[in-house]
């Protein structure tokens, strides 16, 4: 089956660790993304990258820092520097940029 | 100025009603423009392209006004199945340019009663 996964779903965490979520894809898609999302917000582009060993600041990437070593993966750490970590995040993929997203299943990071 | 615009709602309609739901964005150079539907904790997934000449998936119809700068969503005969958010999408960016990305609305909550 081809598709997005991320892990874990849920994700508990105490203030000043850092947290790396996961993020596959075995679509062969060229780009990846993370966007968080607060409740009843929109989604906020966090970081994307478009190719291996590439990637760009979205809109708000302080406190947030990825890594693209292999086209299916697009690891997400978020530092003890994110001021308000707790959130919904969310992987997407697109067969190249600004094509449709297709996006993973989502991790409740809750940092207490 | 954000990029997207839509009207929250929420928006609640009775099953087999027809509710339509607009969405304006600001850059005239957008190229690309999505509906997705977001069901209540979970991810977004495409419900539909919207493409210049509109097009229809079954119930829905998706429309494109680029004098306007509005798309829209009509659901003909609605669901209770249908009760989620929708969320507008567009880019301003071609497709497969090095600078893509996409930019979503805050979405348009819709809830069907019986």
């Known amino acids: 089956d081809g598709g997005i996964t991320q892990s874990p779903k849920y994700l508990f965490r105490k203030e000043g660790q850092n947290v790396t979520l996961s993020c596959e894809q075995n679509?062969?898609?060229?780009?990846m993304y993370w966007y968080r999302q607060d409740p009843g917000q929109g989604l906020r582009l966090i970081y994307y990258?478009?190719?291996?060993?590439?990637?760009q600041k979205g809109d708000i990437a302080e406190g947030y820092s990825v890594s693209r070593e292999k086209k299916e993966s697009f690891p997400l750490t978020v530092t003890s520097a994110q001021k308000n970590p707790t959130a919904f995040y969310l992987c997407?993929?697109?067969?190249?940029?600004?094509?449709?997203?297709?996006f993973g299943p989502g991790t409740r990071l809750t940092v207490t | 100025r954000k990029e997207v615009e839509q009207d929250p709602g929420p928006f609640n309609v009775p099953e087999g009603a027809t509710v339509a739901f607009n969405c304006t964005y600001s850059?005239?150079?957008?190229?690309?423009f999505f509906w997705y539907r977001q069901d209540c904790r979970k991810e977004p997934k495409l419900l539909m392209s919207?493409?210049?000449s509109g097009n229809e998936d079954g119930r829905f119809t998706a429309q494109l006004n680029r004098a306007s700068q509005y798309i829209s969503l009509l659901i003909r005969d609605s669901k209770l199945s249908d009760s989620a958010t929708y969320l507008c999408?567009?880019?301003?960016?071609?497709?497969?340019?090095?600078?893509?990305?996409?930019?979503f609305g805050r979405g348009t909550q819709l809830t069907v009663w019986p």
């Open positions: 997407a993929s697109s067969p190249q940029p600004t094509y449709e997203q297709y």
């Open positions: 679509l062969n898609h060229d780009a």
């Open positions: 990258s478009q190719i291996v060993n590439d990637f």
């Open positions: 850059n005239s150079a957008s190229q690309s």
């Open positions: 919207v493409y210049s």
């Open positions: 999408v567009v880019t301003p960016f071609l497709r497969g340019s090095t600078l893509g990305r996409l930019y």
